[in-house]
């Protein structure tokens, strides 16, 4: 009896402390002080980051349920190295980066969010380039980020198979964000990313780099620069952040000072979108580590399916594993070269961002 009452005292207070627990948010804004980011049609990129972040954070303050750190509130130079210090010592839940693009061409517009990895394609490079030129103008930057060099698109950093959960929960909030991008504000949804970004990289929480548009493009950084544009902007990231939180944790928080369209996602297993647009552009992880046998993670959710081609778009052979929170679905097994056969079938059924993962 005694022991009863003591798991149900055990079981209210493990509740309680989950419903008091804040979600811990670092927001980013890019640049600052002597980096002014990227300066186009009258628009400077760190004006525009400070601006939209402290927006996003006086819409989220009105929530009890968010502890918000912020890595800058004035015109101050951070380096890259400290934000991630910061975020990390906050143990944050989600790091959001605010951030516009930039272009030598003014004709690229439009909105993507990038999360930690790497990409191969040229334009996404320079994108990338761009981001962490500020590490030279750091004094000591040969120490701080040894290793990481923004010039050699081979970089392996983003490659870390261990921060794969934060990844996939990047991704969610990513399509998230990039679903109200499109089908809230109607701009040009460039997709998501994976780049090697030393400030994504060196943070241990799901984060991604939010870039709102091209400052390059007139049409655009008009937008982006308005009252409206800013405020929109803002509307949207914080309405991902309750979103994902809600999804995250279970919790109802209701948006209800936000409206604004819905985006188009998927929601009820995580990363699995039958609509092909809302992920587009995502890239594929290949393990750093050469060994024989793969397979094919195409989702993560944290309801337990049954193994039923019904439950999966229609394949079979799918496989799960338990993890922290959840349960990892997979499709097939093999060498290398049949994974990226199954891969592509995976694409094709609508996993876009399914990935090939050693199996164990
Ligand atoms: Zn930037």
Not at 180 to 202: C, E, I, T
Request: aromatic share 8%; charged share 25%.
């Amino acid at each position: 009896m005694k022991k009863t009452l003591l798991l149900i005292l055990l079981s209210i207070s493990i509740f309680s402390y989950a419903q008091e627990k804040k979600f811990k948010l670092i927001l980013d804004a890019g640049h600052g002080g002597k980096d002014p980011g990227a300066q186009k049609n009258g628009c400077t990129e760190k004006v525009i980051a400070l601006d939209v972040v402290l927006r996003i954070g006086k819409i989220l303050e009105a929530y009890p349920e968010f502890d918000i750190k912020y890595t800058r509130t004035t015109d101050v130079f951070i380096p890259l190295q400290d934000r991630a210090k910061i975020a990390n010592d906050f143990e944050a839940d989600l790091f959001v980066s605010v951030h516009c693009n930039s272009s030598v061409s003014p004709k690229p517009y439009g909105a993507m969010t990038l999360v930690m990895g790497l990409s191969r394609t040229g334009m996404n490079f320079e994108i990338a380039k761009a981001e962490n030129a500020v590490i030279s103008l750091e004094e000591d930057y040969k120490e701080k980020y040894e290793g990481f060099d923004p010039n050699n698109p081979h970089t392996q950093i983003g490659l870390k198979i261990m921060q794969e959960e934060t990844l996939m929960q990047s991704i969610d909030f990513a399509s998230t964000v990039q679903g109200y991008f499109k089908n809230s504000l109607q701009r040009k949804d460039l997709g998501m990313h994976q780049q090697p970004l030393w400030v994504l990289d060196a943070t241990v929480m799901p984060g991604v780099l939010i870039e709102l548009g091209f400052l390059s493009n007139l049409e655009e950084s008009k937008y982006i620069k308005s009252e409206e544009g800013k405020s929109n902007f803002s509307q949207i990231i914080a309405r991902s952040i309750i979103d994902y939180k809600n999804n995250l944790r279970g919790t109802n928080t209701v948006p209800n000072v936000l409206d604004i369209k819905e985006p188009i996602i998927e929601t009820e297993v995580l990363l699995v979108s039958s609509d092909s647009s809302t992920v587009a552009n995502s890239t594929t992880i290949t393990p750093v580590s050469i060994g024989s046998g793969y397979k094919v993670q195409i989702s993560f959710s944290t309801k337990k399916l049954e193994l039923t081609p019904e439950n999966f778009n229609g394949l079979s052979n799918i496989s799960v594993a338990e993890t922290n929170g959840g349960y990892k679905y997979y499709y097939g097994e093999g060498s290398m070269e049949t994974c990226k056969k199954l891969l592509a079938e995976a694409k094709l059924k609508g996993y876009k961002t399914a990935f090939i993962v050693e199996s164990k």
